[in-house]
Protein backbone atom coordinates (compact mmCIF):
# COMPACT_ATOMS: atom_id res chain seq x y z
CA UNK A 1 0.00 0.00 0.00
CA UNK A 2 1.18 3.18 -0.54
CA UNK A 3 1.48 5.11 2.90
CA UNK A 4 0.49 8.62 1.78
CA UNK A 5 1.40 11.06 5.14
CA UNK A 6 1.07 15.19 5.40
CA UNK A 7 2.68 16.35 8.23
CA UNK A 8 1.23 19.69 9.98
CA UNK A 9 3.49 22.02 12.27
CA UNK A 10 2.20 24.33 14.60
CA UNK A 11 3.63 27.48 16.21
CA UNK A 12 4.16 30.91 15.59
CA UNK A 13 8.06 30.78 16.30
CA UNK A 14 7.87 28.84 12.50
CA UNK A 15 6.09 31.85 10.63
CA UNK A 16 7.96 34.18 12.22
CA UNK A 17 11.14 32.57 11.73
CA UNK A 18 12.61 32.23 14.83
CA UNK A 19 12.85 28.68 14.35
CA UNK A 20 13.87 26.47 11.75
CA UNK A 21 11.27 23.88 11.11
CA UNK A 22 13.41 20.98 11.97
CA UNK A 23 10.68 19.04 13.76
CA UNK A 24 9.05 18.92 9.66
CA UNK A 25 13.05 17.91 7.94
CA UNK A 26 12.98 14.72 10.87
CA UNK A 27 9.43 13.61 10.55
CA UNK A 28 9.94 13.88 6.60
CA UNK A 29 13.24 11.84 6.55
CA UNK A 30 12.28 9.62 8.83
CA UNK A 31 8.42 8.48 7.30
CA UNK A 32 10.34 8.38 3.41
CA UNK A 33 13.20 5.83 5.02
CA UNK A 34 10.18 3.84 6.10
CA UNK A 35 8.73 3.36 2.95
CA UNK A 36 5.79 6.41 3.73
CA UNK A 37 5.38 9.14 0.98
CA UNK A 38 5.15 12.50 2.34
CA UNK A 39 2.51 14.79 0.21
CA UNK A 40 2.96 17.52 2.02
CA UNK A 41 3.83 19.56 4.89
CA UNK A 42 1.61 22.56 6.38
CA UNK A 43 2.38 24.95 9.45
CA UNK A 44 -0.28 27.47 10.63
CA UNK A 45 -0.10 29.68 13.78
CA UNK A 46 -1.00 29.40 17.43
CA UNK A 47 -4.65 29.90 16.39
CA UNK A 48 -7.77 27.62 17.07
CA UNK A 49 -9.24 28.19 13.67
CA UNK A 50 -5.91 28.17 11.82
CA UNK A 51 -5.52 24.67 13.12
CA UNK A 52 -9.02 23.90 12.61
CA UNK A 53 -8.97 24.78 9.31
CA UNK A 54 -5.86 23.01 8.72
CA UNK A 55 -6.66 19.79 10.07
CA UNK A 56 -9.91 19.39 8.27
CA UNK A 57 -8.43 20.00 4.93
CA UNK A 58 -5.52 17.52 5.31
CA UNK A 59 -8.00 15.01 6.28
CA UNK A 60 -10.58 15.61 2.90
CA UNK A 61 -7.35 14.69 1.08
CA UNK A 62 -7.11 11.37 3.21
CA UNK A 63 -3.54 10.84 3.48
CA UNK A 64 -2.75 6.97 5.68
CA UNK A 65 -1.34 9.38 8.40
CA UNK A 66 -1.44 12.77 9.53
CA UNK A 67 1.51 13.14 11.66
CA UNK A 68 0.76 17.03 13.98
CA UNK A 69 3.85 18.36 15.71
CA UNK A 70 3.03 21.72 18.69
CA UNK A 71 0.79 21.90 21.09
CA UNK A 72 0.01 19.65 23.20
CA UNK A 73 2.00 21.42 26.42
CA UNK A 74 0.70 23.44 29.37
CA UNK A 75 0.19 26.70 27.99
CA UNK A 76 -2.81 28.81 26.59
CA UNK A 77 -1.68 28.80 23.35
CA UNK A 78 -1.24 24.98 23.29
CA UNK A 79 -4.38 24.03 21.78
CA UNK A 80 -3.93 21.88 19.24
CA UNK A 81 -6.02 18.91 20.85
CA UNK A 82 -9.06 21.74 21.29
CA UNK A 83 -8.27 22.42 17.59
CA UNK A 84 -8.70 18.51 16.39
CA UNK A 85 -11.53 17.69 18.67
CA UNK A 86 -13.38 21.12 17.56
CA UNK A 87 -12.52 20.31 13.60
CA UNK A 88 -13.79 16.59 14.01
CA UNK A 89 -16.35 17.20 16.56
CA UNK A 90 -15.08 14.42 19.21
CA UNK A 91 -15.72 16.31 22.71
CA UNK A 92 -12.49 16.51 24.88
CA UNK A 93 -12.32 15.21 27.88
CA UNK A 94 -9.80 14.26 30.61
CA UNK A 95 -8.88 10.78 29.39
CA UNK A 96 -7.70 8.47 32.40
CA UNK A 97 -4.40 6.50 30.46
CA UNK A 98 -2.94 10.06 29.64
CA UNK A 99 -4.32 11.58 33.40
CA UNK A 100 -2.05 8.82 34.70
CA UNK A 101 1.01 9.42 32.82
CA UNK A 102 0.83 12.77 33.35
CA UNK A 103 0.31 12.45 37.19
CA UNK A 104 3.40 9.45 37.27
CA UNK A 105 5.97 11.78 35.38
CA UNK A 106 5.34 14.78 37.96
CA UNK A 107 5.62 12.13 41.19
CA UNK A 108 8.44 11.17 39.30
CA UNK A 109 10.02 14.69 38.33
CA UNK A 110 8.99 15.84 42.10
CA UNK A 111 12.43 14.68 43.80
CA UNK A 112 10.55 15.92 47.10
CA UNK A 113 8.83 19.14 45.97
CA UNK A 114 5.27 19.06 45.83
CA UNK A 115 4.00 19.20 42.16
CA UNK A 116 0.29 19.25 43.14
CA UNK A 117 -1.71 18.26 39.70
CA UNK A 118 -2.49 22.10 38.34
CA UNK A 119 -5.14 23.01 35.89
CA UNK A 120 -2.05 23.45 33.37
CA UNK A 121 -0.72 20.18 34.25
CA UNK A 122 -3.94 18.41 33.95
CA UNK A 123 -4.92 20.00 30.70
CA UNK A 124 -2.27 17.66 29.22
CA UNK A 125 -4.73 14.69 29.34
CA UNK A 126 -7.65 16.22 27.77
CA UNK A 127 -7.96 14.39 24.98
CA UNK A 128 -10.74 14.43 21.96
CA UNK A 129 -12.96 11.33 22.52
CA UNK A 130 -11.72 8.18 21.02
CA UNK A 131 -8.26 9.13 21.25
CA UNK A 132 -5.54 7.05 22.75
CA UNK A 133 -2.40 8.63 24.78
CA UNK A 134 1.12 7.43 23.45
CA UNK A 135 3.62 7.32 26.32
CA UNK A 136 5.88 9.98 26.60
CA UNK A 137 8.77 8.34 28.75
CA UNK A 138 11.28 11.62 28.13
CA UNK A 139 8.64 14.82 28.75
CA UNK A 140 5.35 15.62 30.35
CA UNK A 141 2.51 15.60 27.75
CA UNK A 142 1.38 12.12 26.27
CA UNK A 143 1.46 11.91 22.43
CA UNK A 144 -2.07 11.41 20.91
CA UNK A 145 -3.61 8.56 18.28
CA UNK A 146 -7.13 9.33 17.05
CA UNK A 147 -8.53 7.28 14.21
CA UNK A 148 -10.75 9.46 11.26
CA UNK A 149 -12.04 7.03 9.02
CA UNK A 150 -8.87 5.71 7.25
CA UNK A 151 -6.87 8.40 8.11
CA UNK A 152 -4.98 8.32 11.33
CA UNK A 153 -4.08 11.58 12.87
CA UNK A 154 -1.25 11.29 15.30
CA UNK A 155 -0.25 14.43 17.82
CA UNK A 156 3.62 14.48 18.78
CA UNK A 157 4.85 17.77 21.26
CA UNK A 158 6.83 20.31 19.68
CA UNK A 159 10.13 19.85 21.71
CA UNK A 160 12.21 17.92 19.62
CA UNK A 161 13.47 15.06 21.68
CA UNK A 162 10.30 14.28 23.22
CA UNK A 163 8.83 13.94 19.46
CA UNK A 164 11.86 12.26 18.03
CA UNK A 165 11.19 9.25 20.97
CA UNK A 166 7.27 9.24 21.02
CA UNK A 167 7.86 8.69 16.85
CA UNK A 168 9.94 6.12 17.50
CA UNK A 169 8.06 4.27 20.41
CA UNK A 170 4.19 4.38 19.11
CA UNK A 171 4.55 5.41 15.18
CA UNK A 172 7.70 3.89 13.22
CA UNK A 173 6.24 0.51 13.47
CA UNK A 174 2.62 1.57 11.81
CA UNK A 175 4.65 3.53 9.10
CA UNK A 176 6.17 0.78 8.26
CA UNK A 177 3.87 -2.03 8.35
CA UNK A 178 1.44 0.25 6.44
CA UNK A 179 4.10 0.55 3.39
CA UNK A 180 4.91 -2.92 3.34
CA UNK A 181 8.25 -3.17 2.44
CA UNK A 182 7.73 -0.49 -0.36
CA UNK A 183 10.16 2.60 -0.17
CA UNK A 184 12.38 5.35 -1.79
CA UNK A 185 16.07 4.37 -2.51
CA UNK A 186 18.49 6.64 -3.92
CA UNK A 187 21.60 7.21 -5.10
CA UNK A 188 23.74 10.97 -6.01
CA UNK A 189 25.98 11.41 -8.34
CA UNK A 190 28.11 14.98 -8.00
CA UNK A 191 29.00 16.71 -11.51
CA UNK A 192 31.43 20.13 -11.50
CA UNK A 193 32.06 22.59 -14.03
CA UNK A 194 28.75 21.85 -15.74
CA UNK A 195 25.82 24.56 -15.84
CA UNK A 196 22.09 22.97 -14.87
CA UNK A 197 20.77 23.58 -18.20
CA UNK A 198 23.04 21.83 -19.83
CA UNK A 199 22.16 19.33 -17.34
CA UNK A 200 18.38 19.24 -18.20
CA UNK A 201 18.10 17.35 -21.82
CA UNK A 202 20.26 14.55 -20.41
CA UNK A 203 18.30 14.31 -17.54
CA UNK A 204 15.03 13.84 -19.82
CA UNK A 205 17.08 11.86 -21.81
CA UNK A 206 18.15 9.31 -19.09
CA UNK A 207 14.44 9.25 -17.74
CA UNK A 208 13.34 8.05 -21.24
CA UNK A 209 15.17 5.36 -22.03
CA UNK A 210 15.15 4.31 -17.43
CA UNK A 211 11.41 4.23 -16.71
CA UNK A 212 10.81 4.50 -13.00
CA UNK A 213 13.78 6.34 -12.33
CA UNK A 214 13.85 9.74 -10.95
CA UNK A 215 16.46 12.18 -11.65
CA UNK A 216 16.55 15.59 -9.23
CA UNK A 217 19.17 17.57 -9.96
CA UNK A 218 20.59 19.76 -7.11
CA UNK A 219 22.34 22.86 -8.03
CA UNK A 220 25.15 23.39 -5.42
CA UNK A 221 25.57 26.98 -6.36
CA UNK A 222 24.45 29.80 -8.77
CA UNK A 223 24.06 28.61 -12.64
CA UNK A 224 27.74 29.59 -14.39
CA UNK A 225 29.94 29.26 -11.25
CA UNK A 226 33.38 28.40 -12.85
CA UNK A 227 33.61 26.17 -9.76
CA UNK A 228 29.83 25.02 -9.81
CA UNK A 229 28.55 21.82 -8.21
CA UNK A 230 25.84 19.53 -8.91
CA UNK A 231 24.20 17.00 -7.32
CA UNK A 232 22.29 14.31 -9.35
CA UNK A 233 20.17 12.58 -7.20
CA UNK A 234 18.88 8.91 -8.65
CA UNK A 235 15.83 7.43 -6.96
CA UNK A 236 13.51 4.34 -7.63
CA UNK A 237 10.20 3.84 -5.85
CA UNK A 238 9.67 -0.13 -5.01
CA UNK A 239 8.92 -2.62 -2.87
CA UNK A 240 11.84 -4.38 -4.05
CA UNK A 241 15.12 -3.11 -3.04
CA UNK A 242 17.77 -4.90 -4.55
CA UNK A 243 15.67 -4.33 -8.16
CA UNK A 244 15.85 -0.62 -7.73
CA UNK A 245 19.07 -0.50 -6.69
CA UNK A 246 19.74 -2.13 -10.19
CA UNK A 247 17.71 0.17 -11.75
CA UNK A 248 19.43 3.43 -10.06
CA UNK A 249 22.80 1.90 -11.13
CA UNK A 250 21.69 1.33 -14.86
CA UNK A 251 20.42 4.63 -15.70
CA UNK A 252 23.86 6.48 -13.76
CA UNK A 253 26.31 4.54 -16.08
CA UNK A 254 23.79 5.51 -18.84
CA UNK A 255 24.10 9.01 -17.71
CA UNK A 256 28.11 8.80 -16.76
CA UNK A 257 28.12 7.75 -20.86
CA UNK A 258 26.50 10.59 -22.49
CA UNK A 259 27.94 13.45 -20.02
CA UNK A 260 30.33 15.45 -22.48
CA UNK A 261 33.93 15.23 -21.49
CA UNK A 262 34.94 18.10 -19.60
CA UNK A 263 32.98 17.73 -16.11
CA UNK A 264 34.55 16.08 -13.45
CA UNK A 265 32.36 13.64 -11.68
CA UNK A 266 33.24 13.83 -7.97
CA UNK A 267 31.32 10.54 -6.68
CA UNK B 1 -3.08 47.36 6.69
CA UNK B 2 -2.28 44.06 7.69
CA UNK B 3 -0.09 42.71 5.42
CA UNK B 4 -0.66 38.98 5.32
CA UNK B 5 1.34 36.76 3.51
CA UNK B 6 1.59 33.34 2.66
CA UNK B 7 4.72 30.68 1.55
CA UNK B 8 4.42 27.97 -0.81
CA UNK B 9 7.92 25.99 -0.73
CA UNK B 10 8.45 23.68 -3.81
CA UNK B 11 10.56 20.29 -4.07
CA UNK B 12 10.86 16.93 -3.54
CA UNK B 13 14.12 17.52 -1.47
CA UNK B 14 11.66 18.96 1.40
CA UNK B 15 9.04 16.21 1.69
CA UNK B 16 12.24 13.49 1.79
CA UNK B 17 13.91 15.06 4.46
CA UNK B 18 16.87 15.67 2.22
CA UNK B 19 16.97 19.25 2.66
CA UNK B 20 15.96 21.72 5.44
CA UNK B 21 13.72 24.10 4.44
CA UNK B 22 15.67 27.27 5.25
CA UNK B 23 13.58 29.13 2.32
CA UNK B 24 10.91 28.90 4.52
CA UNK B 25 12.65 30.69 7.55
CA UNK B 26 14.48 32.88 5.43
CA UNK B 27 11.56 34.36 4.23
CA UNK B 28 9.41 34.10 7.33
CA UNK B 29 12.09 36.30 9.08
CA UNK B 30 12.51 39.10 6.80
CA UNK B 31 8.75 39.40 6.05
CA UNK B 32 8.10 39.38 9.39
CA UNK B 33 10.64 41.80 10.10
CA UNK B 34 9.39 44.18 7.22
CA UNK B 35 6.11 44.24 9.30
CA UNK B 36 4.70 41.27 7.22
CA UNK B 37 1.98 39.03 8.85
CA UNK B 38 3.08 35.15 7.89
CA UNK B 39 -0.17 32.89 8.44
CA UNK B 40 0.81 29.83 6.44
CA UNK B 41 3.51 27.76 5.42
CA UNK B 42 2.77 25.41 2.60
CA UNK B 43 5.32 22.33 0.62
CA UNK B 44 4.52 20.61 -1.90
CA UNK B 45 6.35 17.69 -4.48
CA UNK B 46 7.50 18.46 -7.68
CA UNK B 47 3.96 17.87 -9.09
CA UNK B 48 1.97 20.15 -11.66
CA UNK B 49 -1.63 19.05 -9.84
CA UNK B 50 -0.22 19.50 -6.29
CA UNK B 51 1.40 23.03 -6.79
CA UNK B 52 -1.57 24.15 -8.68
CA UNK B 53 -3.95 22.88 -6.25
CA UNK B 54 -1.95 24.50 -3.60
CA UNK B 55 -1.58 27.98 -5.41
CA UNK B 56 -5.58 27.81 -5.76
CA UNK B 57 -6.52 27.09 -2.18
CA UNK B 58 -4.03 29.86 -0.75
CA UNK B 59 -5.34 32.70 -3.27
CA UNK B 60 -8.97 31.60 -2.22
CA UNK B 61 -7.62 32.99 0.91
CA UNK B 62 -7.28 35.87 -0.44
CA UNK B 63 -3.31 36.88 1.45
CA UNK B 64 -1.69 40.47 0.24
CA UNK B 65 1.35 38.39 -1.21
CA UNK B 66 1.86 34.85 -1.80
CA UNK B 67 5.41 33.89 -2.13
CA UNK B 68 6.39 30.89 -3.66
CA UNK B 69 10.01 29.50 -4.07
CA UNK B 70 11.67 27.08 -5.82
CA UNK B 71 10.89 25.35 -9.27
CA UNK B 72 11.72 28.41 -11.47
CA UNK B 73 14.81 26.17 -13.20
CA UNK B 74 15.67 24.71 -16.71
CA UNK B 75 14.76 20.70 -15.65
CA UNK B 76 12.17 19.07 -16.55
CA UNK B 77 10.56 19.30 -12.67
CA UNK B 78 11.21 22.87 -12.62
CA UNK B 79 7.35 23.40 -13.14
CA UNK B 80 5.99 26.14 -10.90
CA UNK B 81 5.02 28.65 -13.12
CA UNK B 82 3.18 26.60 -15.74
CA UNK B 83 1.25 25.07 -12.70
CA UNK B 84 0.35 28.67 -11.78
CA UNK B 85 -0.62 29.12 -15.75
CA UNK B 86 -2.54 26.65 -15.41
CA UNK B 87 -4.16 27.32 -12.29
CA UNK B 88 -5.02 31.29 -12.56
CA UNK B 89 -5.97 30.33 -16.87
CA UNK B 90 -2.94 32.62 -17.75
CA UNK B 91 -2.12 31.30 -20.96
CA UNK B 92 1.97 30.64 -21.09
CA UNK B 93 4.65 32.08 -23.76
CA UNK B 94 7.57 33.91 -24.28
CA UNK B 95 7.62 37.06 -22.27
CA UNK B 96 10.68 39.32 -24.05
CA UNK B 97 11.91 40.99 -20.79
CA UNK B 98 12.64 37.57 -19.32
CA UNK B 99 14.02 36.33 -22.32
CA UNK B 100 16.08 39.31 -22.77
CA UNK B 101 17.07 38.72 -18.87
CA UNK B 102 18.38 34.88 -19.94
CA UNK B 103 19.91 35.90 -22.93
CA UNK B 104 22.07 38.66 -21.44
CA UNK B 105 23.08 36.49 -18.38
CA UNK B 106 24.65 33.51 -20.36
CA UNK B 107 26.40 36.06 -22.70
CA UNK B 108 27.94 37.03 -19.93
CA UNK B 109 28.70 33.45 -18.40
CA UNK B 110 29.93 32.54 -21.74
CA UNK B 111 33.67 34.19 -21.73
CA UNK B 112 34.51 32.68 -24.93
CA UNK B 113 32.45 29.74 -25.16
CA UNK B 114 29.82 28.79 -27.14
CA UNK B 115 26.22 29.14 -24.88
CA UNK B 116 23.07 28.61 -27.32
CA UNK B 117 19.99 29.47 -26.41
CA UNK B 118 18.26 25.78 -25.20
CA UNK B 119 15.43 24.80 -25.02
CA UNK B 120 15.91 24.14 -21.46
CA UNK B 121 17.08 27.58 -21.06
CA UNK B 122 14.61 29.35 -23.08
CA UNK B 123 12.03 27.60 -20.72
CA UNK B 124 13.02 30.19 -18.05
CA UNK B 125 11.60 32.92 -20.14
CA UNK B 126 8.06 31.62 -20.35
CA UNK B 127 6.28 33.06 -17.91
CA UNK B 128 2.51 33.44 -17.56
CA UNK B 129 0.37 36.17 -19.48
CA UNK B 130 0.69 39.19 -17.65
CA UNK B 131 3.15 38.00 -15.52
CA UNK B 132 6.36 40.52 -14.90
CA UNK B 133 10.30 39.48 -14.98
CA UNK B 134 11.94 40.41 -11.90
CA UNK B 135 15.63 40.54 -12.54
CA UNK B 136 17.84 38.26 -11.02
CA UNK B 137 21.25 38.97 -10.92
CA UNK B 138 23.08 36.25 -9.53
CA UNK B 139 21.76 33.70 -11.17
CA UNK B 140 19.66 32.95 -14.60
CA UNK B 141 16.07 31.97 -13.86
CA UNK B 142 14.36 35.83 -13.46
CA UNK B 143 12.06 36.26 -10.77
CA UNK B 144 8.31 36.45 -11.68
CA UNK B 145 5.46 38.15 -10.77
CA UNK B 146 1.88 37.71 -11.17
CA UNK B 147 -0.82 40.21 -9.63
CA UNK B 148 -4.05 38.18 -9.04
CA UNK B 149 -7.11 40.50 -7.51
CA UNK B 150 -6.04 41.64 -4.72
CA UNK B 151 -3.03 39.10 -4.02
CA UNK B 152 -0.02 39.43 -5.44
CA UNK B 153 2.20 36.48 -6.26
CA UNK B 154 5.57 36.44 -6.28
CA UNK B 155 7.82 33.42 -7.56
CA UNK B 156 11.56 33.18 -6.73
CA UNK B 157 13.89 30.57 -7.10
CA UNK B 158 14.91 27.72 -4.43
CA UNK B 159 18.73 28.29 -4.85
CA UNK B 160 18.79 30.33 -1.71
CA UNK B 161 21.50 33.37 -2.89
CA UNK B 162 19.06 33.75 -5.55
CA UNK B 163 16.06 33.91 -3.24
CA UNK B 164 17.63 36.08 -1.28
CA UNK B 165 18.90 38.47 -3.62
CA UNK B 166 15.40 38.79 -5.46
CA UNK B 167 13.38 39.24 -2.40
CA UNK B 168 15.97 42.13 -1.21
CA UNK B 169 16.03 43.80 -4.55
CA UNK B 170 12.45 43.61 -5.86
CA UNK B 171 10.39 42.33 -2.83
CA UNK B 172 11.26 43.82 0.37
CA UNK B 173 10.38 47.46 -0.75
CA UNK B 174 6.68 46.07 -1.24
CA UNK B 175 6.04 44.33 1.70
CA UNK B 176 7.25 47.53 4.27
CA UNK B 177 5.44 49.91 2.21
CA UNK B 178 2.37 47.60 2.11
CA UNK B 179 2.41 46.93 6.04
CA UNK B 180 2.85 50.78 6.11
CA UNK B 181 4.95 50.76 9.78
CA UNK B 182 3.05 48.04 11.18
CA UNK B 183 5.13 45.57 13.03
CA UNK B 184 6.03 42.77 15.54
CA UNK B 185 8.38 44.16 18.09
CA UNK B 186 10.01 41.37 20.69
CA UNK B 187 12.15 40.98 24.00
CA UNK B 188 13.47 37.92 25.50
CA UNK B 189 13.54 36.69 28.96
CA UNK B 190 15.29 33.05 30.11
CA UNK B 191 14.56 31.83 32.90
CA UNK B 192 16.15 28.35 34.75
CA UNK B 193 14.86 26.05 37.33
CA UNK B 194 11.49 26.22 36.24
CA UNK B 195 8.49 24.27 34.87
CA UNK B 196 6.96 25.56 31.68
CA UNK B 197 3.37 24.40 33.69
CA UNK B 198 4.13 26.11 36.74
CA UNK B 199 4.56 29.42 34.36
CA UNK B 200 1.39 28.94 32.12
CA UNK B 201 -1.06 29.99 34.95
CA UNK B 202 1.39 33.31 35.27
CA UNK B 203 1.30 33.95 31.63
CA UNK B 204 -1.92 33.74 31.69
CA UNK B 205 -1.84 36.76 34.48
CA UNK B 206 0.71 38.88 33.10
CA UNK B 207 -1.07 38.80 29.37
CA UNK B 208 -4.77 39.49 31.44
CA UNK B 209 -2.89 42.54 32.89
CA UNK B 210 -0.88 43.42 29.98
CA UNK B 211 -3.60 43.52 26.98
CA UNK B 212 -1.69 43.21 23.34
CA UNK B 213 1.08 41.77 24.76
CA UNK B 214 1.44 38.28 23.78
CA UNK B 215 3.30 35.92 25.72
CA UNK B 216 5.26 32.60 24.27
CA UNK B 217 6.79 30.02 26.11
CA UNK B 218 9.64 28.34 24.40
CA UNK B 219 11.41 25.62 26.19
CA UNK B 220 14.37 24.72 25.58
CA UNK B 221 14.22 20.77 27.15
CA UNK B 222 11.84 18.70 28.09
CA UNK B 223 10.03 19.50 31.57
CA UNK B 224 11.20 18.24 34.54
CA UNK B 225 15.32 18.65 33.53
CA UNK B 226 17.12 20.21 36.59
CA UNK B 227 18.73 22.53 34.62
CA UNK B 228 15.81 23.08 32.13
CA UNK B 229 15.41 26.74 30.74
CA UNK B 230 12.53 28.18 29.08
CA UNK B 231 12.83 31.38 27.09
CA UNK B 232 9.82 33.59 27.41
CA UNK B 233 9.06 35.84 24.25
CA UNK B 234 7.54 38.84 24.87
CA UNK B 235 5.72 40.23 21.24
CA UNK B 236 3.34 42.86 20.63
CA UNK B 237 2.37 44.41 17.19
CA UNK B 238 1.71 47.68 16.09
CA UNK B 239 2.48 50.91 14.08
CA UNK B 240 4.21 52.54 16.74
CA UNK B 241 7.71 50.99 17.61
CA UNK B 242 7.80 53.48 21.11
CA UNK B 243 4.72 52.28 22.24
CA UNK B 244 5.45 48.76 21.50
CA UNK B 245 8.48 48.07 23.42
CA UNK B 246 7.24 50.26 26.36
CA UNK B 247 4.50 48.24 26.74
CA UNK B 248 6.64 44.71 26.22
CA UNK B 249 9.11 46.02 29.06
CA UNK B 250 5.92 46.98 31.27
CA UNK B 251 5.02 43.08 30.82
CA UNK B 252 8.33 42.17 31.66
CA UNK B 253 8.52 43.80 34.72
CA UNK B 254 4.99 42.75 35.91
CA UNK B 255 6.41 38.62 35.12
CA UNK B 256 9.34 38.95 36.88
CA UNK B 257 8.10 40.67 40.03
CA UNK B 258 5.52 37.60 40.40
CA UNK B 259 8.24 35.13 39.50
CA UNK B 260 8.47 32.89 42.52
CA UNK B 261 11.78 33.12 44.25
CA UNK B 262 13.97 30.00 43.37
CA UNK B 263 13.78 30.92 39.43
CA UNK B 264 17.07 32.07 38.24
CA UNK B 265 16.73 35.31 35.11
CA UNK B 266 19.60 34.64 32.90
CA UNK B 267 18.14 37.40 30.48
Request: proline fraction near 5%; glycine fraction near 8%.
Amino acid sequence: MLCTIEILTIGNELLTGKTVNTNATWLAKRATSLGGLVARVTTVRDNLTAIGTAIREILKRKPVILLISGGLGPTFDDMTLQALGNTTKRPLSVNKIALSMVKQKYRSLAHGRRLPLTKARRKMAILPKGAEALPNLVGTAPGVLLQMGKSTVICLPGVPSELRHIFETSVSGLVSSWSAGFGRNSKSVHISGVFESEMAPLIDRVMRRNPGVYIKSHPGSREGRTRSKIELEFSFESSEPLNAQKEIDCAIADMLQILPGREKIVK
